[in-house]
Protein backbone atom coordinates (compact mmCIF):
# COMPACT_ATOMS: atom_id res chain seq x y z
CA UNK A 1 0.00 0.00 0.00
CA UNK A 2 1.28 3.39 -0.38
CA UNK A 3 1.25 5.84 2.22
CA UNK A 4 0.88 9.58 1.91
CA UNK A 5 2.19 12.08 4.59
CA UNK A 6 0.36 15.24 3.90
CA UNK A 7 1.68 18.61 4.65
CA UNK A 8 -0.85 19.30 7.43
CA UNK A 9 0.71 16.31 9.06
CA UNK A 10 4.31 18.27 8.63
CA UNK A 11 2.73 21.51 9.83
CA UNK A 12 1.90 20.37 12.79
CA UNK A 13 5.28 19.41 13.40
CA UNK A 14 6.86 22.21 12.64
CA UNK A 15 4.52 23.62 15.43
CA UNK A 16 5.13 21.78 17.81
CA UNK A 17 8.86 19.66 17.58
CA UNK A 18 8.15 17.60 20.46
CA UNK A 19 4.83 15.96 19.24
CA UNK A 20 6.01 12.38 19.96
CA UNK A 21 2.33 10.82 18.50
CA UNK A 22 3.53 12.73 15.13
CA UNK A 23 7.42 11.80 15.58
CA UNK A 24 6.38 7.89 16.94
CA UNK A 25 3.61 7.55 13.85
CA UNK A 26 6.64 8.83 11.21
CA UNK A 27 9.65 6.58 13.12
CA UNK A 28 6.62 3.64 12.38
CA UNK A 29 6.13 4.50 8.71
CA UNK A 30 9.79 4.91 7.82
CA UNK A 31 10.09 1.33 9.43
CA UNK A 32 7.76 -0.33 7.17
CA UNK A 33 9.13 1.29 4.49
CA UNK A 34 12.98 0.45 5.00
CA UNK A 35 11.72 -3.26 5.09
CA UNK A 36 9.56 -2.92 2.02
CA UNK A 37 6.88 -3.80 3.42
CA UNK A 38 5.07 -0.64 2.04
CA UNK A 39 5.80 2.38 0.01
CA UNK A 40 5.96 5.78 1.29
CA UNK A 41 5.94 9.24 -0.07
CA UNK A 42 4.97 12.89 0.56
CA UNK A 43 5.20 16.53 -0.85
CA UNK A 44 8.83 17.32 -2.08
CA UNK A 45 9.39 20.11 0.18
CA UNK A 46 8.45 17.74 2.98
CA UNK A 47 10.99 14.97 2.36
CA UNK A 48 13.40 17.74 2.32
CA UNK A 49 11.89 18.69 6.32
CA UNK A 50 11.54 15.51 7.26
CA UNK A 51 15.56 14.20 6.12
CA UNK A 52 16.77 16.86 8.07
CA UNK A 53 14.57 16.79 11.44
CA UNK A 54 16.87 15.08 14.08
CA UNK A 55 13.98 14.21 16.29
CA UNK A 56 13.33 11.01 14.48
CA UNK A 57 15.88 8.17 14.30
CA UNK A 58 18.60 7.90 12.61
CA UNK A 59 17.47 5.07 10.47
CA UNK A 60 14.24 6.93 10.04
CA UNK A 61 16.35 10.00 8.68
CA UNK A 62 18.03 7.64 5.53
CA UNK A 63 14.64 6.91 4.72
CA UNK A 64 13.67 10.03 4.27
CA UNK A 65 17.01 10.83 2.37
CA UNK A 66 16.48 8.16 -0.04
CA UNK A 67 12.88 9.29 -0.49
CA UNK A 68 14.05 12.52 -1.32
CA UNK A 69 17.04 11.63 -3.42
CA UNK A 70 14.41 9.49 -5.45
CA UNK A 71 11.31 11.95 -5.81
CA UNK A 72 11.90 11.78 -9.68
CA UNK A 73 10.74 8.28 -9.54
CA UNK A 74 8.35 8.37 -6.54
CA UNK A 75 6.62 11.92 -6.68
CA UNK A 76 3.86 10.86 -8.79
CA UNK A 77 2.83 8.11 -7.24
CA UNK A 78 0.03 9.87 -5.27
CA UNK A 79 -1.55 10.33 -8.77
CA UNK A 80 -1.25 7.76 -10.52
CA UNK A 81 -2.36 5.07 -7.71
CA UNK A 82 -5.80 4.40 -7.90
CA UNK A 83 -5.78 3.66 -4.02
CA UNK A 84 -3.88 4.78 -1.54
CA UNK A 85 -3.68 5.73 2.55
CA UNK A 86 -3.95 9.71 3.63
CA UNK A 87 -2.35 10.00 7.29
CA UNK A 88 -4.50 12.62 9.11
CA UNK A 89 -4.26 14.32 12.57
CA UNK A 90 -7.87 13.52 13.39
CA UNK A 91 -8.96 10.77 16.19
CA UNK A 92 -10.37 7.27 15.07
CA UNK A 93 -10.53 8.29 11.54
CA UNK A 94 -10.94 5.42 9.15
CA UNK A 95 -12.47 6.45 6.09
CA UNK A 96 -12.83 6.01 2.23
CA UNK A 97 -13.54 8.73 -0.06
CA UNK A 98 -13.27 8.77 -3.48
CA UNK A 99 -12.17 11.48 -6.33
CA UNK A 100 -11.89 10.66 -9.92
CA UNK A 101 -11.32 6.99 -10.09
CA UNK A 102 -9.09 7.24 -7.31
CA UNK A 103 -10.10 5.30 -3.73
CA UNK A 104 -8.31 7.21 -0.77
CA UNK A 105 -7.90 5.96 2.74
CA UNK A 106 -7.86 8.25 5.31
CA UNK A 107 -6.17 6.82 8.36
CA UNK A 108 -6.09 8.90 11.45
CA UNK A 109 -2.40 8.96 13.45
CA UNK A 110 -3.43 7.23 16.56
CA UNK A 111 -3.68 3.48 14.37
CA UNK A 112 -0.02 4.02 13.31
CA UNK A 113 1.16 4.35 17.18
CA UNK A 114 1.99 0.85 17.06
CA UNK A 115 3.41 -1.02 14.47
CA UNK A 116 1.35 -3.79 13.64
CA UNK A 117 -1.08 -2.10 11.20
CA UNK A 118 2.01 -0.96 9.00
CA UNK A 119 3.46 -4.49 8.26
CA UNK A 120 2.18 -6.46 4.85
CA UNK A 121 -1.09 -6.16 3.72
CA UNK A 122 -2.59 -9.89 3.99
CA UNK A 123 -3.84 -11.60 0.72
CA UNK A 124 -6.64 -14.46 1.47
CA UNK A 125 -7.60 -17.39 -1.13
CA UNK A 126 -8.29 -20.65 -1.13
CA UNK A 127 -4.70 -22.18 -1.57
CA UNK A 128 -1.01 -21.16 -2.82
CA UNK A 129 -1.71 -21.92 -6.29
CA UNK A 130 -4.69 -19.06 -6.52
CA UNK A 131 -2.14 -16.83 -4.63
CA UNK A 132 0.25 -17.60 -7.40
CA UNK A 133 -1.67 -17.37 -10.41
CA UNK A 134 -3.34 -13.76 -8.79
CA UNK A 135 0.31 -12.52 -8.97
CA UNK A 136 0.90 -13.74 -12.49
CA UNK A 137 -1.95 -12.08 -13.46
CA UNK A 138 -0.74 -8.94 -12.05
CA UNK A 139 2.17 -8.88 -14.31
CA UNK A 140 -0.11 -7.60 -17.00
CA UNK A 141 -0.84 -4.53 -15.28
CA UNK A 142 1.61 -3.62 -13.66
CA UNK A 143 3.84 -4.05 -17.10
CA UNK A 144 0.90 -1.87 -18.74
CA UNK A 145 1.03 1.08 -16.50
CA UNK A 146 4.28 1.52 -16.01
CA UNK A 147 4.56 -0.46 -13.02
CA UNK A 148 6.95 -2.76 -13.50
CA UNK A 149 9.75 -1.94 -11.01
CA UNK A 150 7.14 -1.87 -8.01
CA UNK A 151 7.77 -4.70 -5.69
CA UNK A 152 5.10 -6.66 -4.26
CA UNK A 153 5.05 -7.64 -0.65
CA UNK A 154 2.30 -9.51 1.39
CA UNK A 155 1.66 -12.14 3.38
CA UNK A 156 -0.95 -15.40 2.89
CA UNK A 157 -3.74 -16.12 4.75
CA UNK A 158 -5.44 -19.61 2.98
CA UNK A 159 -9.32 -19.76 3.76
CA UNK A 160 -10.78 -22.25 1.14
CA UNK A 161 -15.13 -23.39 1.90
CA UNK A 162 -16.43 -22.80 4.60
CA UNK A 163 -13.02 -21.28 6.13
CA UNK A 164 -12.23 -18.12 4.30
CA UNK A 165 -15.36 -16.87 5.64
CA UNK A 166 -14.57 -16.67 8.97
CA UNK A 167 -10.79 -15.60 8.55
CA UNK A 168 -12.17 -12.49 7.11
CA UNK A 169 -14.55 -12.02 9.78
CA UNK A 170 -11.53 -12.02 12.27
CA UNK A 171 -9.13 -9.83 9.93
CA UNK A 172 -12.25 -7.30 10.14
CA UNK A 173 -12.90 -7.29 13.93
CA UNK A 174 -8.84 -7.14 14.36
CA UNK A 175 -8.21 -3.97 12.35
CA UNK A 176 -4.65 -5.32 12.83
CA UNK A 177 -3.63 -5.64 9.34
CA UNK A 178 -4.70 -4.46 5.31
CA UNK A 179 -6.37 -7.67 3.85
CA UNK A 180 -7.57 -8.30 0.63
CA UNK A 181 -9.55 -11.27 0.06
CA UNK A 182 -10.29 -13.17 -3.34
CA UNK A 183 -12.77 -15.51 -4.01
CA UNK A 184 -14.81 -16.81 -7.38
CA UNK A 185 -18.42 -16.71 -7.71
CA UNK A 186 -19.15 -20.08 -8.47
CA UNK A 187 -21.58 -18.98 -10.89
CA UNK A 188 -22.44 -22.50 -13.60
CA UNK A 189 -25.16 -20.24 -15.94
CA UNK A 190 -26.32 -16.92 -16.75
CA UNK A 191 -27.70 -14.81 -14.19
CA UNK A 192 -26.86 -17.49 -11.20
CA UNK A 193 -26.86 -16.72 -7.75
CA UNK A 194 -23.32 -16.59 -6.50
CA UNK A 195 -22.13 -19.29 -4.13
CA UNK A 196 -22.90 -20.20 -0.97
CA UNK A 197 -18.81 -19.65 0.37
CA UNK A 198 -19.26 -16.06 -1.16
CA UNK A 199 -22.61 -15.82 -0.03
CA UNK A 200 -21.21 -16.36 3.86
CA UNK A 201 -17.80 -13.98 2.77
CA UNK A 202 -20.29 -10.99 2.07
CA UNK A 203 -22.55 -11.29 5.06
CA UNK A 204 -18.86 -10.59 7.15
CA UNK A 205 -18.04 -7.43 4.37
CA UNK A 206 -21.00 -5.94 5.35
CA UNK A 207 -19.15 -4.69 8.52
CA UNK A 208 -15.95 -4.15 7.11
CA UNK A 209 -14.08 -1.32 7.05
CA UNK A 210 -11.50 -0.21 4.81
CA UNK A 211 -8.95 -1.82 6.36
CA UNK A 212 -10.39 -4.90 4.23
CA UNK A 213 -11.25 -5.63 1.02
CA UNK A 214 -12.98 -8.16 -1.12
CA UNK A 215 -12.71 -8.62 -4.63
CA UNK A 216 -15.45 -11.17 -5.82
CA UNK A 217 -14.22 -12.64 -9.18
CA UNK A 218 -16.80 -13.02 -11.81
CA UNK A 219 -16.33 -16.32 -13.06
CA UNK A 220 -17.37 -19.83 -12.33
CA UNK A 221 -13.83 -20.49 -10.62
CA UNK A 222 -10.34 -19.11 -10.65
CA UNK A 223 -9.25 -21.79 -13.64
CA UNK A 224 -11.71 -19.82 -16.05
CA UNK A 225 -9.17 -16.92 -16.23
CA UNK A 226 -6.60 -19.15 -17.61
CA UNK A 227 -5.59 -17.89 -21.57
CA UNK A 228 -6.23 -20.52 -23.85
CA UNK A 229 -2.33 -20.64 -24.66
CA UNK A 230 -1.70 -21.68 -21.57
CA UNK A 231 -4.60 -24.18 -21.48
CA UNK A 232 -3.64 -25.97 -24.62
CA UNK A 233 0.28 -26.61 -22.85
CA UNK A 234 -1.23 -28.10 -19.70
CA UNK A 235 -3.43 -30.39 -21.51
CA UNK A 236 -1.89 -33.17 -23.08
CA UNK A 237 -3.65 -35.94 -21.69
CA UNK A 238 -6.29 -37.37 -24.05
CA UNK A 239 -9.31 -36.50 -22.10
CA UNK A 240 -7.63 -33.33 -20.54
CA UNK A 241 -7.14 -32.15 -24.50
CA UNK A 242 -10.84 -33.10 -24.92
CA UNK A 243 -11.57 -30.70 -22.62
CA UNK A 244 -9.43 -27.87 -24.18
CA UNK A 245 -10.84 -28.39 -27.51
CA UNK A 246 -14.37 -27.95 -26.37
CA UNK A 247 -12.98 -24.79 -24.73
CA UNK A 248 -11.83 -24.13 -27.95
CA UNK A 249 -15.49 -25.33 -30.05
CA UNK A 250 -17.03 -22.80 -28.00
CA UNK A 251 -14.84 -19.97 -28.87
CA UNK A 252 -15.01 -20.72 -32.28
CA UNK A 253 -19.05 -20.54 -32.03
CA UNK A 254 -18.78 -16.69 -30.47
CA UNK A 255 -19.67 -18.64 -27.36
CA UNK A 256 -16.78 -16.40 -25.00
CA UNK A 257 -18.97 -14.99 -22.35
CA UNK A 258 -20.20 -18.47 -21.54
CA UNK A 259 -16.48 -20.05 -21.09
CA UNK A 260 -16.78 -18.28 -17.81
CA UNK A 261 -19.72 -20.63 -17.09
CA UNK A 262 -18.09 -23.93 -17.71
CA UNK A 263 -16.26 -25.70 -15.05
CA UNK A 264 -12.81 -26.46 -16.13
CA UNK A 265 -11.67 -28.99 -14.14
CA UNK A 266 -14.74 -31.79 -13.89
CA UNK A 267 -16.51 -30.67 -17.13
CA UNK A 268 -19.99 -31.95 -17.00
CA UNK A 269 -20.46 -35.51 -16.48
CA UNK A 270 -23.21 -37.74 -17.40
CA UNK A 271 -24.19 -38.36 -13.96
CA UNK A 272 -24.77 -34.72 -13.29
CA UNK A 273 -26.65 -34.19 -17.12
CA UNK A 274 -28.94 -36.94 -15.52
CA UNK A 275 -29.63 -35.36 -12.16
CA UNK A 276 -29.87 -32.14 -14.04
CA UNK A 277 -33.16 -30.49 -12.64
CA UNK A 278 -32.45 -26.54 -13.09
CA UNK A 279 -34.40 -25.24 -15.68
CA UNK A 280 -32.13 -22.26 -16.58
CA UNK A 281 -28.98 -24.29 -16.26
CA UNK A 282 -30.60 -27.28 -18.83
CA UNK A 283 -31.05 -24.04 -21.06
CA UNK A 284 -27.65 -22.90 -21.05
CA UNK A 285 -26.26 -26.52 -21.27
CA UNK A 286 -28.35 -26.39 -24.40
CA UNK A 287 -27.16 -24.00 -26.34
CA UNK A 288 -23.84 -24.89 -25.65
CA UNK A 289 -23.93 -28.33 -27.03
CA UNK A 290 -26.37 -27.56 -30.03
CA UNK A 291 -23.82 -24.93 -31.12
CA UNK A 292 -20.60 -26.90 -30.83
CA UNK A 293 -22.21 -29.38 -32.30
CA UNK A 294 -21.75 -31.75 -29.55
CA UNK A 295 -25.22 -33.17 -29.82
CA UNK A 296 -27.92 -31.93 -32.35
CA UNK A 297 -31.31 -30.23 -30.90
CA UNK A 298 -33.30 -33.35 -31.77
CA UNK A 299 -31.10 -36.04 -29.63
CA UNK A 300 -30.33 -33.23 -26.70
CA UNK A 301 -34.43 -33.42 -26.05
CA UNK A 302 -34.78 -37.31 -26.87
CA UNK A 303 -31.69 -38.00 -24.28
CA UNK A 304 -33.48 -35.28 -21.32
CA UNK A 305 -37.20 -36.63 -22.59
CA UNK A 306 -35.70 -40.07 -21.61
CA UNK A 307 -33.68 -38.86 -18.60
CA UNK A 308 -37.46 -37.40 -17.31
CA UNK A 309 -39.99 -40.11 -18.13
CA UNK A 310 -37.92 -43.15 -17.86
CA UNK A 311 -34.94 -42.58 -15.44
CA UNK A 312 -36.81 -39.34 -13.17
CA UNK A 313 -33.42 -38.14 -13.21
CA UNK A 314 -32.16 -41.16 -11.21
CA UNK A 315 -28.36 -42.11 -12.55
CA UNK A 316 -28.70 -45.28 -10.60
CA UNK A 317 -31.61 -46.55 -13.36
CA UNK A 318 -29.58 -46.25 -16.08
CA UNK A 319 -28.36 -50.05 -15.80
CA UNK A 320 -31.79 -51.04 -15.28
CA UNK A 321 -33.45 -49.38 -17.98
CA UNK A 322 -32.97 -50.30 -21.22
CA UNK A 323 -33.72 -48.84 -25.07
CA UNK A 324 -34.52 -50.11 -27.91
CA UNK A 325 -32.89 -46.65 -29.66
CA UNK A 326 -29.26 -47.78 -30.19
CA UNK A 327 -27.76 -44.28 -30.03
CA UNK A 328 -29.41 -43.73 -26.79
CA UNK A 329 -28.14 -46.67 -25.57
CA UNK A 330 -24.46 -45.58 -26.86
CA UNK A 331 -24.76 -41.86 -25.06
CA UNK A 332 -25.46 -43.62 -22.12
CA UNK A 333 -22.78 -45.85 -22.05
CA UNK A 334 -20.43 -42.58 -22.04
CA UNK A 335 -19.05 -41.29 -18.60
CA UNK A 336 -18.74 -37.39 -19.82
CA UNK A 337 -21.15 -34.95 -21.56
CA UNK A 338 -18.53 -32.48 -21.55
CA UNK A 339 -14.99 -33.58 -20.63
CA UNK A 340 -12.91 -31.46 -17.79
CA UNK A 341 -9.29 -30.45 -17.83
CA UNK A 342 -8.72 -32.10 -14.96
CA UNK A 343 -8.83 -31.03 -10.56
CA UNK A 344 -5.16 -30.18 -11.09
CA UNK A 345 -5.23 -27.88 -13.35
CA UNK A 346 -4.43 -25.01 -11.71
CA UNK A 347 -1.22 -26.69 -10.09
CA UNK A 348 -0.05 -28.31 -13.80
CA UNK A 349 -0.20 -23.93 -15.14
CA UNK A 350 1.80 -22.83 -12.27
CA UNK A 351 4.28 -25.65 -12.50
CA UNK A 352 4.78 -25.30 -16.19
CA UNK A 353 7.21 -22.44 -15.75
CA UNK A 354 4.35 -19.81 -15.50
CA UNK A 355 6.55 -16.91 -14.43
CA UNK A 356 8.26 -17.59 -18.14
CA UNK A 357 5.01 -17.15 -19.77
CA UNK A 358 4.36 -13.46 -21.54
CA UNK A 359 0.62 -12.76 -21.21
CA UNK A 360 -0.73 -10.16 -24.00
CA UNK A 361 -4.06 -8.34 -24.24
CA UNK A 362 -4.55 -10.42 -27.24
CA UNK A 363 -4.03 -13.78 -25.81
CA UNK A 364 -7.13 -13.26 -23.55
CA UNK A 365 -10.81 -13.30 -23.63
CA UNK A 366 -12.59 -10.47 -23.22
CA UNK A 367 -13.92 -11.65 -19.69
CA UNK A 368 -10.75 -12.58 -18.89
CA UNK A 369 -9.26 -9.32 -19.88
CA UNK A 370 -11.66 -7.62 -17.51
CA UNK A 371 -10.74 -9.40 -14.50
CA UNK A 372 -7.17 -9.68 -15.24
CA UNK A 373 -7.46 -5.55 -15.48
CA UNK A 374 -9.58 -5.85 -12.03
CA UNK A 375 -7.61 -8.11 -10.23
CA UNK A 376 -3.67 -6.52 -11.63
CA UNK A 377 -5.01 -3.10 -10.10
CA UNK A 378 -5.99 -4.46 -6.65
CA UNK A 379 -3.03 -6.55 -6.37
CA UNK A 380 -0.86 -3.92 -7.38
CA UNK A 381 -2.06 -1.09 -4.77
CA UNK A 382 -2.73 -2.88 -2.08
CA UNK A 383 0.08 -5.23 -1.87
CA UNK A 384 3.09 -2.55 -3.57
CA UNK A 385 6.35 -2.38 -1.50
CA UNK A 386 10.08 -1.41 -2.42
CA UNK A 387 13.54 -3.07 -1.97
CA UNK A 388 14.70 -3.27 1.67
CA UNK A 389 15.98 0.24 2.20
CA UNK A 390 19.77 0.14 3.51
CA UNK A 391 20.61 2.45 6.50
CA UNK A 392 23.17 4.68 5.72
Not at 293 to 317: A, M, W
Not at 331 to 353: A, E, P, Q, S, V
Amino acid sequence: MLFYIPPKIISSLIENSNNKKIIEAIDNLAFSRRNGYHLLTAEYSDLKFLKKFEKLERKTLSVFSNLFQTWSEIGNFKNQFKTYVEIVLAPDVLKIKKENGTKIIYLSIDYIQNFDLLNKTKILAENQGEIDFYIFISNLYKNKNGFKHISLNYNLLMGGGDTTAPVFKTEITQKQSFCLCFADKDIEYPNCKIGSTLKKIEIENEKSTPLCELLAIDVNEIENLIPLKLLKKACLDTNHKKGYEFVEKMKEADLDEYIKYLDFKKGISLKKFVELKNIKYLQFLKEIIIKTDLLSETNFDEYRKFIETELNNSFKKIKEKKSKNEHIVDFFNNTNLIYGMGDKLLNRIINGNLNDEIIKESDLLQFQLKEWIKIGEYITFWTCGGSHLVSS
